[in-house]
């Protein structure tokens, strides 16, 4: 493990990675366990493949520029310990395997459709902050198998209004949060959908609104 308390930054285009720095900026990653520590921003803008992604900023943002797919039971793991910063998203986070996806902070989302986590069979997605977009109407679409979708913060916090949330799976989903997105898409979650502060959907196009199908139950 690489430490240092100089600023700096590692800059890396296919290699495994346990490193500890200030700043981490990485072109492109194809290795097995990936872990990235830093005190600023730790960056991705390559595509990622590997084993497991940990990621923490202790006062940065952690960005992924690109897309990132795990194998094995570790997962995906991002982490933001600054209530300002946020884990930047902009293409598919893709957890195979039955692995969780967990994203503790904040998660924003970075381009206008791309955006989104992925987990297969019992993986769940946790997201414990606040969900945003960085531009106006940029989506987020989260996507469990048999898994729970647990958001625990709100959802369109900020002055930048979101785009469409999109979820689907066959588990349970839970918004402990409010919720304010140009759309609210919930489906084919058979155990439950629970949203338990107010959904608001913002958008002025026809198709914009709040749908909720639970167990194949007609949309409400």
């Not at 967990?102 to 791309?114: A, F, K, R």
Request: aromatic fraction near 2%; charged fraction near 5%.
């Amino acid at each position: 493990m690489l430490q240092s308390t100089v600023p700096r930054v590692i800059t890396t285009t296919n290699a495994t990675v346990s490193s500890k720095a200030s700043a981490i900026n990485l072109s492109a990653v194809s290795a097995g366990d990936i872990l990235l520590t830093g005190t600023g921003d730790v960056s991705v803008f390559g595509i990622v493949s590997a084993a497991s992604v940990n990621a923490k900023s202790t006062a940065g943002d952690v960005i992924f520029g690109n897309t990132v797919t795990t194998s094995a039971v570790g997962g995906f793991t991002s982490e933001v310990s600054d209530a300002t910063k946020a884990t930047q998203i902009a293409n598919v986070v893709n957890v195979l395997n039955g692995a969780n996806a967990l994203v503790t902070g904040n998660l924003i989302s970075t381009d206008p459709s791309l955006a989104a986590i992925t987990t297969q069979n019992v993986g769940n997605i946790t997201i414990t902050g606040n969900i945003d977009a960085s531009v106006a109407g940029n989506d987020l679409a989260l996507t469990a198998g048999s898994g729970a979708i647990t958001l625990t913060g709100n959802v369109g916090s900020s002055s930048t209004a979101m785009g469409n949330l999109i979820a689907t799976g066959t588990g349970s989903f839970l918004a402990s949060g409010t919720v304010n997105a140009a759309g609210v898409a919930v489906t084919n979650f058979a155990t439950s959908i629970t949203f338990a502060k107010a959904v608001t959907a913002s958008g002025s196009l026809s198709n914009d609104g709040v749908t909720a199908i639970a167990g194949g139950t007609a949309p409400v």
